[in-house]
């Protein structure tokens, strides 16, 4: 018999990701190395695969190996320079994890370390060079609000002599 394999996407893909090999014979497949029968198979695991179709005479041929390889996810990550709760017009440095390319949530900005100045929840979605991402836990940072100088008032003139009073 002529044996096919098609891939329905890349035979290389992240973490988390699958292909489906599908057999162009639709009876008599048997795939290596797991020794499914079934005329496609979901491949989640990084190997060697290969399929034998039997025709009705018992003549079997093999199909050469595909191999599929699975990158690694990146691990997002989120260290904070110091504390995370504020005064106002104070700021803590958030710094992601790995050596990869960075997208900050909730401003959007693309280095590996963001100065925040204001209060909110903060997180990164890193991805590597494998086009493989993670998505950091959220950091919250609270940043007190600026505090104004008070105001002092007096009841009264501030002109008084001797003995007398004003009540501020």
């Known amino acids: 018999p002529i044996v096919t394999v098609t891939a329905d996407g890349p035979l290389n893909f992240c973490e988390g990701g699958s292909v489906t090999l ?40 093999e199909s050469s190996s595909t ?13 904070a320079n110091g504390p995370t709760t504020l005064c106002f017009g104070e700021s803590v440095t958030l710094t992601a994890s790995a050596s990869a390319n960075y997208t900050w ?16 929840d903060y997180s990164v979605i890193v991805t590597n060079s494998n086009g493989c991402t993670d998505t950091s836990e959220t950091i919250h940072v609270e940043v007190a609000p600026e505090l104004l100088p008070p105001t002092v008032t007096a009841n009264g003139s501030t002109n008084i002599c001797q003995g007398q009073n004003v009540i501020f």
Not at 23 to 52: D, H, K, M
Not at 71 to 76: E, F, K, L, M
Not at 105 to 120: D, E, M, R, Y
Request: glycine residues 8%; proline residues 4%.
């Open 22 to 61: 599908t057999s162009g014979s639709s009876t008599n497949n048997v795939w290596s190395p797991n020794g499914e029968t079934t005329q496609s198979i979901v491949v989640t695991s990084a190997g060697s695969y290969s399929l034998t179709v039997t025709n009705e005479f018992g003549c079997s041929t």
């Open 105 to 120: 949530s909730p401003n959007g900005q693309t280095t590996q370390s963001i100065t925040v100045l204001a209060s909110g």
């Open 67 to 79: 191999i599929v390889a699975i990158y690694s996810n990146p691990v997002a990550t989120i260290t």
